[in-house]
C-alpha cells in the first residue's frame, strides 16, 4: 500500500515536470531564457514598437502633406494674387510647398522694396538668389518630412541579426543543457530550441515592417520632392516672366 502511494506520488510529481517542461507559451519562454536572450527580446520588443509608432505618425503625416500640397496647388493655380497669398502663408507656412513659395516671395518682394531689379545684371543676381533659397528650403523641408526613416532603415537591416544572435546563444545554451543534463529526449531538447527560436521571430516581427514601410515612405517622399522641385521651377520661370516686364 505504502509503494502505490509512492509510485503514485512520482507519477504525478512526473506528469507536473512534464507539463512544465512542455509549456512552450510566448511568455513561458522569455521566462525560461536567460539574461542574454531576455535583453535581446526586449530590445527587439522596443524597437518594433518603436517602429510602429514612426510607421503611424508616418502614415498621418504624409495623408496630411499631401492634402495641404493639393489645396495650396489649387489655390495657387486659381488666378489670385501672389502677394495677397503670401500675405495669407508667408508668416507660417502650412505646408513644404507653401514654405518653397515663401521663400522665394520673400527674396522677390524685398528686392522689388530696395529697388533691386533696376539692372540686368541686378535681375540676373536676384534670379540666382530666388532659385538658390527656394532649393534651400525644400532640403530643410524634405529633412523635416523625412525624420524618422533611419530609424526605419536600421531596424529593418540589423533586427533578424539581432534576433539571429538571439538564437545562437539561445542554442548554445540549450546544447550546453543537454550536455549536462545527458538527456537528449524531445521534452528536454524542445523548450530550449524554440526559445532560441523566439528571438528570431521577433527579429522579422520588427524587421518585416519596418523595411516594408521604409521602402513605401520612401517612394511617398519622392514623389512630394518631385513634385515640390516642378513647383519651384515653375515658380522661378514666373518671377523671372516679371522680371523681364519691369524690365
Known sequence: MEQTAINTTV???????????????????????????????????????????????????VRRLRRDIDQFEETFWSGGSLE????????????????????????????????LTATGSMRVGLQQRIDRVMGVTLAREMGLVERGMTVLASVGSTAPFVGLFGTVWGIMNSFTSIAASENTSLAVVAPGIAEALFATALGLFAAIPASAFYNKFGNDMARIADRLENFSGEFSAILSRYLEERG
Not at 510566448?26 to 525560461?32: A, E, H, R, V, Y
Open 11 to 61: 507519477q504525478m510529481m512526473g506528469a507536473g515536470a512534464a507539463t512544465a517542461v512542455h509549456d512552450l507559451s510566448l511568455w513561458s519562454l522569455f521566462l525560461q531564457a536567460d539574461i542574454v536572450v531576455k535583453t535581446v527580446m526586449l530590445l527587439l520588443l522596443a524597437a518594433s514598437i518603436w517602429c510602429w509608432s514612426i510607421i503611424f505618425e508616418k502614415t498621418m503625416r
Open 84 to 115: 495677397d497669398l503670401y500675405d495669407r502663408v508667408g508668416a507660417n507656412p502650412p505646408d513644404p510647398m507653401a514654405a518653397v513659395f515663401a521663400a522665394g516671395m520673400k527674396e522677390w518682394r524685398h528686392a522689388v522694396d530696395h529697388g
